[in-house]
């Protein structure tokens, strides 16, 4: 039996505000990734660099991503409806399944592109405009990635989680085409630009990965970490009338969690006095877990029933 109507999702700044954080951070990836591809574009025609070509590439890829996680961002802010009763929160999940598919394909064709090059080196030319692009562009992606980081605390956000960690990235890819152009420039190891460019190919793959894991977690409703988990059952049991409880099944959805238990209770009680008490235990996981929606099945104890397992 439920406990009645959900108690409202509430969090520290408010609904409407995480909202506006979010999609204020999926502006300024839009913004940011638009502009360095045009700085980068201009140092890459002067330089002919195989690393500043990357990280264009890299960037190109990024504004892809971050207009989808825009889109996707918008959907999942639409509040739940008739046809959708548990909110619209996955799209941030199949945006970041989108944005680990570009990512592959980016850092796939980079590494095509450097090995090309390894076997016909070809000499960086004006390596000073292609170094101060790229401090220019760390930068810039460090600003970006310190305000998504704080919209993420703020919203748990998963599709801004996943920009934030390729984006994060190309601060340490942007760091490294420096790098790569000092030693190309001032030493004349012209081989040193595509095993870089190599190196930042399986960097983005890697990151890839990273995303398209995190998406599937939530696609596939995966259990949230053992120490909630533990924390949940042990608030449960705080309450002096709760006996045990059983069958504690939790996912998340965007920024909204899902948490359902079965409390086992004295089966002397009143049906007001066990609905009272799995009122109390709510209220208490709500306060571990303001943006979940908590599901109570109140059981009297000792009875046997053939429950489904769900391990």
Known sequence: MDTGTPVPVTTPVGAQAHGRLMRLATYASTATAALLIAVKLAAWAATGSMALLSTLIDSALDLAASILNLMAVRQALVPADREHRFGHGKAEA??????????????????????????????????????????????????????????????????????????????MINGSVIVSLLLAGGTGWEAADPLFAIGIGGWLLYNAWQIARASLDTLMDR????????????????????????????????????????????????????????DDVE????????THEVIIHEDPAGLRENHPSFG
């Open 94 to 171: 199949l945006a970041g399944l989108g944005q680990a598919a570009f990512i592959v394909g980016s850092g796939g064709l980079l590494l095509v592109e450097a090995g090309g090059r390894l076997a016909n080196p070809t000499p960086v030319t004006h390596g000073d405009w292609g170094i101060a692009v790229m401090v220019f562009s760390i930068l810039a992606t460090a600003g970006l990635v310190k305000f998504q980081r704080y919209v993420v605390g703020r919203t748990g956000s998963v599709a801004i989680s996943a920009d934030s960690l390729h984006y994060a990235g190309d601060v």
């Open 223 to 278: 259990e949230m970490p053992d120490g909630d988990r533990e924390r949940i059952r042990a608030i449960a049991r705080a309450h002096p009338e709760v006996l045990n409880l059983h069958d504690l099944r939790t996912r998340t959805s965007g920024r909204q969690g899902f948490i359902q238990l079965h409390l086992e209770l004295s089966a002397e009680l009143t049906l007001i006095h066990a609905h009272r008490i799995a």
């Open 283 to 290: 209220k208490a996981i709500l306060a571990e877990f303001p």
